[in-house]
């Protein structure tokens, strides 16, 4: 059968070179048989293909400068501390393995607020001007509406290649899912904006030919999946929008006159603008209604991101997170009200850790338990196997002993010698396993006592 050698390249010209001369002597050694050829190496065809569909967005310029705004500049990055209070910095780009800097879009999304703030100061005059190309690169960013949008489409689909990256990074056999694996990656892009029905029951050979090009085959505009955070980003720019040319209109400057008071958001709209304005209040009206994203979500990993601790179990995360919603329900620690009911589950609190450990203890117990009647049953069943192996070979050892006895009885002198030994090792075999046997035998019984009287 002919032997088959999958190998993958690295791409430079020394391992292409390597690997035609390492063909050559394959053959020459193998009459003539070569070598699976997979093609160069997919990892780095995969980053680069991730790098063109980004690159007309200069997103790695972009995030280069953040970087390198700050990196190796300690003064500059305590005026930013200072005027944001905040220590958190942008992360390095690494320019040759797009799809890893996830984690690097991730802190520029968090960081991009505040960097704003830092190039308005600069404008001001409360900051030095830093005078460096990174600088002016950040400032051409900010005069771009959809910087944000941007980053958070450039974090989606790093996200859907991050799966691919980790799962073919490894010295596993893989290979035979690669194609698959390739064919998932594909359809979850294209999913984003060619026409569903187009991607319908479609094979790998015709999804390859598929032509992107072609606007035919691409949803409405309206229906393109930029990803929930960069559809976000982009409300929040419509809004904005919105607002500034309602101010522009005139119709904002006595809603600006107004005075906070401490009242809900919605209820201090009402009377400020239901008379006066009520086609802006009928617009609010919609705008309050509007979903507020996943907020709520984000905001309890915050939480949880607070409460955990080294060693921290899931019961205990769940106790503290509703602690937590039950003081911000009440409006602070001081406001919650010390309730009967909440004192005597305090006071008893320790009584019931006591008892709660106690069934954690029996519980291992019983686990502890199980597994030891688990591996003990185990046991036993290798021990019949062993015993029935051993009976069968003590009866066949004995047979062969007795029938070469018998058949040296008329045989000439030197082979019933011969015969006789043959006999006599095979009777000292037999000796031996029924030795060995009648151990099982007792180990077996032990065992089975062992059992029996296991709780």
Request: net charge neutral; glycine share 4%.
């Amino acid at each position: 059968m002919k032997n088959l050698l999958s190998i993958s390249m690295d791409g430079p010209n020394v391992n292409l070179k390597f690997l035609n001369d390492f063909q050559q002597e394959h053959a020459e050694l193998h009459g003539g048989r070569q070598l699976i050829n997979v093609g160069s190496c997919g990892l780095h065809t995969l980053h680069n293909s991730f790098k063109t569909g980004f690159s007309t967005w200069n997103i790695e310029k972009l995030l280069r400068a953040m970087h390198f705004l700050f990196h190796n500049v300690p003064a500059r990055r305590e005026d930013f501390t200072k005027l944001t209070a905040s220590s958190l910095f942008p992360l390095p780009f690494c320019g040759h393995r797009w799809v890893e800097n996830l984690p690097v879009a991730e802190r520029a999304i968090e960081v991009w607020p505040k960097l704003k703030d830092y190039v308005k100061a600069v404008h001001r005059k409360e900051l030095p001007n830093p005078g460096t190309s990174s600088f002016d690169t950040i400032q051409a960013a900010n005069e771009d509406p959809l910087i944000s949008a941007k980053l958070q489409f450039f974090m989606a689909i790093s996200r859907m290649f991050s799966p691919f990256l980790k799962k073919y990074q490894t010295d596993e056999p893989v290979l035979p899912f690669l194609c698959s694996d390739l064919t998932e990656l594909l359809m979850s892009l294209l999913r984003r904006f060619i026409q569903r029905e187009l991607l319908q029951d479609i094979t790998p050979l015709q999804l390859a030919k598929l032509d992107t090009n072609d606007q035919r085959n691409w949803v409405m505009a309206s229906h393109v999946d930029i990803s929930l955070g960069a559809e976000s980003a982009i409300k929040v720019i419509l809004l904005c929008n919105s607002l500034t040319a309602f101010s522009l209109h005139g119709k904002s400057e006595e809603l600006l006159s107004f005075k906070p008071m401490e009242q809900r958001l919605d209820v201090f709209l009402r009377d400020a603008l239901n008379q006066t304005y009520p086609e802006l209040w009928s617009f609010l009206q919609h705008l309050l209604l509007l979903s507020h994203g996943q907020a709520t979500v984000e905001r309890g990993f915050s939480v949880n991101r607070e409460v955990e601790a080294c060693n921290i179990k899931e019961e205990t995360i769940e106790a503290q997170r509703l602690v937590c919603d039950q003081v911000r329900a009440c409006g602070g620690f001081l406001k919650v009200p010390l309730t009967k009911e909440l004192l005597a589950s305090v006071a008893s609190a320790r009584t019931r850790y006591r008892i709660y450990l106690e069934e954690e203890r029996q519980k291992r117990e019983g686990a502890m338990r199980g597994l030891k009647r688990k591996a003990l049953e185990d046991e036993l069943e290798q021990l019949k196997k062993k015993k029935e192996i051993l009976r069968v070979m003590c009866v066949s050892l004995q047979k062969d002993a007795d029938q070469l006895a018998e058949q040296a009885e008329n045989k000439p002198s030197t082979l019933m010698a011969q015969m006789i030994t043959k006999s006599n090792t095979l009777r000292k075999i037999y000796r031996d396993k029924c030795s060995e046997l009648t151990n099982v035998e007792s180990e077996l019984e032990s065992k089975t006592s062992e059992l029996r009287h296991m709780h």
